[in-house]
């Protein structure tokens, strides 16, 4: 079973750049595809980004496409999200996932990680 940890939530200001990172640790980490998700106050939670186990496909959400980057180091253990022109709606409490089955199927995440909060200001 893995565990994951996220790191690197804060503030920023409208139109700056902040990056997350996930340590996963328990499992063979490049035997799982990798996933962001967000929840923002009163919202659902939803799928933002994944990425194969190679890291050679992603898949975004169409909110992110283009300001978003996700990406895998699997020497490190690692996912990162590199979010670029931030804006207010981003605001979210950000949380890695990790699954055994497709990168695309946002409902076959079997592991979480414990969220970091992202804010956005205006």
């Known amino acids: 079973q893995v565990q994951l940890v996220e790191s690197g939530g804060g503030l920023v200001q409208a139109g700056g750049s902040l990056r997350l990172a996930c340590a996963a640790s328990g499992g063979t980490f490049s035997r799982y595809a990798m996933g962001w998700f967000r929840q923002a106050p009163g919202k659902e939670r939803e799928f933002v980004t994944g990425?194969?186990?190679?890291?050679?496909?992603?898949y975004y959400a169409d909110l992110v496409k283009g300001r978003f980057t996700i990406s895998r180091d699997n020497a490190k253990n690692t996912v990162y999200l590199q979010m670029n022109s931030m804006k207010p709606e981003d605001t979210a409490v950000y949380y890695c996932?990790?699954?055994?089955?497709?990168?695309?199927?946002?409902?076959?995440?079997?592991?979480w990680g414990q969220g970091t909060q992202v804010t956005v200001s205006s």
């Open positions: 996932a990790a699954s055994s089955y497709n990168y695309r199927q946002s409902g076959r995440y079997d592991y």
């Open positions: 990425i194969s186990w190679s890291g050679g496909s992603s």
